[in-house]
Structures are given as structure tokens and as C-alpha cells.
């Protein structure tokens, strides 16, 4: 059944072979000629074949297909299939090969290929067909458009060449694929057996193309050039030429419309007046626009808050002092030594504590000046390479070493008679100059007040120790809680740090607390403080149990460096176990050291894995204050309450434009409500209405939560750490 939804004029390809080949000729030859001992058989055959396809001539007498499906015309080598672009009516293809009679199996291929496009017939009446002119082989064209006459190129050329070049005369010849050659052998070989008597029966007679006609690789994937085998003589592989056809002149017509302005056109419309007024009105608007961002960049700049300079930070700015005065009371039986307190190092690192104040440690003879020797190292605690050992470790962790150089701690009188004074200075001096170098980071001198004329003593210990480093720290004690007498010991040193009894009191309320702080930090001016309780004492030992939490709340929220005890991170008490001394407890690292199990809840063990315990809460407050520059060096200011009661103390700590931090405490054992006001606050500083909450001294709340400060709630001695932010 024919189908003639399409109608395309094939184009014709012959193919010749030579006698003798295994495979017989293909249905179709039409040809069969011998020149010069050479034979060539030409078969004439339509490229694109496909299932239920019909060849007919059209009235032009041109050969037409109607096709629903093309495809490759099927090959054993496989072969593209033709482009549908590159066949028209008046196209054809004329392809010949021819094979040598005299080279045997491998003898080599020719193989030519034309491929044009015939002019339209001229207006008339039809012209006679015309048979084509043989080939160069002997092969006769059947199409009716003959071939144009081309050259044969010497030899085959790459994918990029569209016409061949001239081979040089030393090239070899290109080697035929196997798959040709092995045909065109069989061919020959068969036609062979009956040439002289020049029949040949029918079945003979038929070749089969799929084995004669192009059977080789894609031309992409063909060497250029091969070696000629043995037989090969002078035969060549021609080169293959891609030529695309056009259907008609639409396409150029197309391409032509295509192309643009040229070069000349572009300039002469560049140069018209429109074009230029564009041009400068363009440039115009570019600088306007650069010169607007400029002016904005420089507005927003001038405008923009300035940030604050910092203010000189030394190490003891940034963290808390840990005092171990007992070595054998804080490391147990088995390690009161310095071997034994190098090894409570990353315990000491986990508290987030800057220095160690260490001792004294030194030889001393009880109320001997004779036999106090500042420089050594007390046998019973260790060599002097344990204590160096000491000093690597925690340099090491980031931690510096403060050794209390108290001459007489043994003794009734720290510092020996008054009588003594001048050998008592001498030898501290001494040993301040021996500690220095052996890489101490400061020293700590207690009981201050027994000294004669102190205050001129300590400012040539600052002396001492300032010239080995502005980050040396020198640290005075008393048991003085007067504030006169305390200013009358730091008025003649800079960053003198004095421990004292200040803060402790029997009268434990919030107004109380507010009054002391406050004064204290006006009389001080821009001095640097330190906040304790006492010089040597634990924390328990002044303040009442239920307040123990509130108080490291507020020791390490206050503008200054808060100063703890071995102990005051768990709670310890000065007379809670029996048998020891109130003065010196041990510290209980384990259930080992307590000798009621019953009290396992006071164990650094057991604290360490309760997230409520006062230890995290120690860790906790330590962890802000190393991070958070409003806690470190900010300003400080109290806040007014609408409550009447007097528990209640609060103030904010603020730097720059960072965070903003609000400490709420209750010194009460009642419930409290409170209106936080900003009335004491400087101009320009307000408070939000709303706050979250970072930790309470009182488990229970949801940390991060929202509270309205106009409406705030606290349970008895709970302390709020809360935060906003800058500009809230």
C-alpha cells in the first residue's frame, strides 16, 4: 500500500565490486564490465529504506518515496542515515567502489562520492533522459542528473576539512576497513570462477550490498591514514566530503535577515545626534546616581552611633580569683601537696577562674623571723621543681599563679612585733624580686591592717612588682570592714586589689546591700575592685545557707573582680564535718571523704551531675561573666522599686551598644512583687517592658521566657539574672 503523505526524490548510489568475493552480488546490479584485468559491478540503490515505503518516478520523471518512517538503511557496520536536508529533487549521489582483481583478499577499496545540486530544468517540454557518463572504474550512473566531474583526493581528511588536501608524495596509502576489504576479497573470488567463459548464473550474479556497499566505521571514528598491506599496489581510500544543501532560497532569504547592522551601518547610526544625546544623558544619570550613594554612605557613617573605646583589660579583669590557703585541706590526705593540687588543675579550668592565689607555702617558724624563709618552699608541700612543675601546668590552662607571701602565717602575729618591721620589709622585698623571676604572676599579703605604716609599704611592693609587668598584680587583705580604713589602704596604690570584710554584716537585706555597694563604688572612683566577703574565710561562714546562691550572683555581676574560697562553689561549711577544724575543712571531691553518706549531696562529684546544684550555678555564672562585655566592664546603676520592701535589690549592667543585663535580687524570706522603675537611670537609658530571663538562683522557671518587669514576682531569696537588648 503506498503511502504519500511525504514525496522525496531519492538520490542514487552505486556500488561496484570486484569477482571473486564469498558474498554474492546484491539484486539490483546492473553492470558488469572488465578493463585491463579489473572488475566492476555498479548497483543503483535508494540510501534511506524503511518498512512499507514506495519508489515510484514522479511526472518529471525523477525517482520519488512516500514514506511514513525513515531510517539508516541497515548495514553489519552500522551507518548514519542521510540528512533529509541534503536530499532534494534535483540531488543525486553517485557512489562507486571498485576492488582489484590482481591484489587478492586485501586488496584495496576506491571509493568516490558526489554529491551536487543540478540546476532546475529549463521551461519547455521535458528533456530526454540522458544517461549518465561512465566513471573513472567503468561504473555507469542510472540517476538522471549526472554527477559533476570532482577530483579524487589522495587522501582521506579530518572532520574539520571540507575539501582535500594534497597528499604528500611519502604518505602512505590509506589501509581499506576489514570489513570492506573481506567483502569485496569474497566477491571477487566468487565472480572470478566463471569470467573467462564470461557467464555466470543468476544466483552468482547477485552481491550482497550490505557486504560491498560502505561497510566501515563513521567517518568521524576512520584513521586518516593507514599503512598499505602486502598487495595493497597503488590503490587509495578517497576522503569524505559533508556537503549541506539548501531546500530552497527561504533559508538564505532567512540567514540574510538574520545577520544585523554591519560595521558601517552601526557606526553611522552611532554618530547621529540621537544617539549621542542618549549617550551623555546615560553618563549623566551614572555619576548623578554614584555621586547620590556616596553622599548616603558618608550620611550614614557620620550619623551612626560611635562605639566606645575599650577600656585596658588585664587577666584579673576577666575572671574570678580561686583562693587555696590549706593545700592539704583542699586536696585530701593523698594529694595536700603541690604534686596534688597540679593535678585539680581542669577542675579549677572548669570554673572559668583567671588566678590562683596559692599558700603561703613558704618555711616558716612560728613567730621566728629567724627561721621564715620567704624563698623556699616548705618541705611537706614539695620540692621546688614540684612547684615549677605547678607553674608550667597552668600557664598551660590559661591560669595564673598569685602566692601569698603572709611572713608569719603560723605564727600570732602575721607579721611579727611591730619591733621587727624593718627585717620583716626586707625580707619581702627579697622574696618578691626571687618569685618574680621564677615566673609567679603576683603576690597576696594578708591581715594589712597589723602592719606599720601600710599603705607606704604596699606601694613599694607595687613598685616591685609593677616593674616586672604591667600584667604582675599585688593583692592586700584586711579584716577591716570600716570604709575609711579601707580607702586609706588603696589611696596610695593603682591596681592594688583589697579583699576585706565589707560586704559581711548581720544585717542581710537588699536596701542594706544597695547602700554598701553603692557607696563603695563612689568612693573608689575609677578604681578597680574586688568583691568578697572576707581575706581567707569561706562564704558559708558569713552568710546563711539560703543566701548562698543569691550572693555568687551578685559577687559576679558587681563592676569589680569577685574573690571566692576553696569550697564556695559547693557550699561548704567551716564547721559542718566533725572532727575538723572550722578553720580549714576538707574539701569532699567524693562520698570517700565524708564520713556520713548521708550528706553525698555536698560532694563535687555529685554536684558536678545535678544541673541545679550551686555548683553549675557557680560554672554558669562564671561561663557570662568571661563572655559578656556589659558583665566584664559595663556600667553599673540601681533601679527604684514600687515595693516597700526592703529585700529588694536590683541594677543594670550595660557597655555600648551590647547586651543589657538585669540583677534582681531578694534578700527576703517572703514572696515579693515589684514595679522596676528607670528613674535612677542616666539620660538617654530606658528599660523595656518586657525582659527574658537567662537563670534564677531558684529552679523552677523556664529559661528565655518573657517577664513583665511592670509586674514582677520573685519567691523568697531568689536572685533573676535577665537580658534585652540594646535599643529594647
Known amino acids: 500500500m503506498t503511502d504519500r503523505r511525504s514525496s522525496v526524490a531519492l538520490p542514487v548510489r552505486r556500488a561496484c565490486a570486484l569477482p571473486g568475493r564469498s558474498t554474492p552480488p546484491a539484486t539490483g546490479l546492473t553492470a558488469r564490465d572488465r578493463q585491463g584485468g579489473r572488475n566492476t559491478y555498479c548497483s543503483e540503490r535508494s540510501p534511506l529504506r524503511g518498512s512499507g515505503s514506495t519508489v515510484h518516478r514522479n511526472a518529471a520523471g525523477q525517482k520519488e518515496v512516500n514514506r511514513t518512517r525513515l531510517r539508516t538503511p541497515s548495514s553489519r557496520q552500522g551507518r548514519r542515515a542521510l540528512p533529509q536536508s541534503a536530499v532534494s529533487p534535483r540531488s543525486s549521489v553517485q557512489v562507486c567502489e571498485q576492488f582489484s582483481s590482481e591484489g587478492g583478499p586485501g586488496a584495496a577499496r576506491h571509493r568516490h562520492l558526489a554529491l551536487r545540486k543540478a540546476p532546475p530544468p529549463p521551461p519547455g517540454p521535458p528533456v530526454p533522459e540522458e544517461a549518465s557518463p561512465p566513471c573513472s572504474h567503468g561504473c555507469r550512473s542510472q540517476s538522471r542528473h549526472p554527477p559533476t566531474p570532482r577530483a579524487e583526493p589522495a587522501w582521506r581528511p579530518t572532520s574539520m576539512e571540507t575539501e582535500p588536501r594534497e597528499r604528500p608524495s611519502d604518505a602512505p596509502a590509506p589501509r581499506p576497513t576489514a570489513g570492506a576489504a573481506a567483502g569485496a576479497g569474497g566477491a571477487a573470488a566468487r565472480l572470478g570462477a566463471g569470467g573467462d567463459s564470461g557467464t555466470m548464473s543468476s544466483q552468482d550474479a547477485e552481491v550482497d550490498m550490505k557486504e560491498v556497499e560502505l561497510n566501515e566505521l563513521e567517518p568521524e571514528k576512520q584513521p586518516m591514514t593507514a599503512a598499505a598491506g602486502p598487495g595493497a599496489g597503488g590503490a587509495e581510500k578517497n576522503g569524505l566530503v559533508k556537503v549541506k544543501v539548501a531546500e530552497d532560497g527561504a533559508e538564505a532569504e532567512e540567514a540574510a535577515r538574520a545577520t544585523g547592522l554591519s560595521k558601517e551601518e552601526l557606526l553611522r547610526v552611532a554618530g547621529s545626534p540621537g544617539w549621542a544625546r542618549a549617550r551623555w544623558a546615560l553618563l549623566l544619570l551614572f555619576w548623578l546616581g554614584w555621586l547620590g550613594m556616596l553622599a548616603g554612605a558618608v550620611v550614614i557613617i557620620v550619623r551612626a552611633p560611635r562605639c566606645r573605646e575599650l577600656p585596658a583589660q588585664r587577666w584579673w579583669h576577666q575572671g574570678a580569683l580561686y583562693r587555696v590557703a590549706d593545700l592539704r585541706a583542699f586536696g585530701g590526705p593523698s594529694a595536700g601537696d603541690l604534686a596534688g593540687l597540679r593535678g585539680r588543675l581542669d577542675y579549677l579550668s572548669s570554673l572559668k577562674v583567671k588566678g590562683l592565689v596559692l599558700g603561703p607555702i613558704h618555711q616558716n617558724r612560728k613567730d621566728d623571723v629567724a627561721g621564715t624563709d620567704l624563698q623556699r618552699v616548705d618541705s611537706s608541700l614539695g620540692s621546688p621543681e614540684d612547684f615549677d612543675g605547678l607553674l608550667q601546668s597552668a600557664k598551660k590552662k590559661s591560669i595564673r599563679v598569685i602566692l601569698d607571701l603572709t611572713p608569719n602565717y603560723r605564727g600570732q602575729n602575721s607579721w611579727f612585733p611591730p619591733a621587727q618591721a624593718h627585717t620583716v620589709a626586707t625580707k619581702v622585698k627579697a622574696a618578691l624580686s626571687f618569685w618574680l623571676q621564677a615566673g609567679v604572676d603576683g603576690f597576696q599579703v594578708r591581715d594589712v591592717e597589723s602592719l606599720t605604716n601600710a599603705s607606704s609599704f604596699l606601694a613599694e611592693w607595687e613598685n616591685i612588682t609593677k616593674s616586672f609587668g604591667e600584667d604582675r598584680l599585688l593583692i592586700a587583705g584586711t579584716n577591716a570592714s570600716d570604709l575609711q580604713q579601707i580607702l586609706s589602704l588603696l589611696e596610695s596604690t593603682q591596681d592594688l586589689l583589697l579583699t576585706s570584710s565589707y560586704l559581711s554584716s548581720a544585717n542581710v537585706s537588699g536596701e542594706h546591700t544597695k547602700s554598701l ?142 547586651e543589657r543585663f538585669l540583677v534582681v535580687l531578694n534578700f527576703g524570706d517572703v514572696d515579693l512583687s515589684a514595679q522596676l522603675g528607670a528613674d535612677d537611670l542616666p539620660p538617654g537609658s530606658s528599660l523595656p517592658a518586657r525582659a527574658d530571663l537567662l537563670l534564677s538562683t531558684q529552679p523552677g522557671r523556664a529559661e528565655g521566657s518573657a517577664l513583665e518587669l511592670g509586674h514582677l514576682h520573685l519567691g523568697p531569696h531568689e536572685g533573676l539574672l535577665l537580658y534585652f537588648p540594646y535599643g529594647a
Open 517 to 658: 555597694v553603692t557607696q563603695y563604688l563612689n568612693s573608689t572612683g575609677g578604681h578597680w575592685c574586688s568583691w568578697s566577703l572576707s581575706q581567707a574565710g569561706l562564704l558559708s561562714s558569713f552568710v546563711p545557707a539560703q543566701l548562698l546562691r543569691l550572693y555568687q550572683l551578685l559577687l559576679f555581676t558587681l563592676p569589680g573582680t569577685p574573690v571566692f574560697s576553696y569550697g564556695d562553689e559547693i557550699g561548704l561549711q567551716a564547721a559542718g564535718l566533725p572532727g575538723q577544724p572550722a578553720e580549714a575543712p576538707s574539701m569532699p571531691w567524693d562520698e570517700s571523704a565524708l564520713p556520713d553518706p548521708s550528706g553525698s549531696n555536698m560532694t563535687v562529684k555529685s554536684q558536678s551531675e545535678d544541673p541545679a546544684s550551686l555548683l553549675s550555678l557557680f560554672r554558669r555564672l562564671g561561663d557570662q561573666r568571661a563572655k559578656e562585655r556589659s558583665l566584664l566592664h559595663g556600667d553599673f546603676h540601681t533601679l527604684s522599686a514600687s515595693s516597700s520592701s526592703p529585700g529588694l535589690f536590683s541594677y543594670i549592667r550595660h557597655w555600648d551598644q551590647n
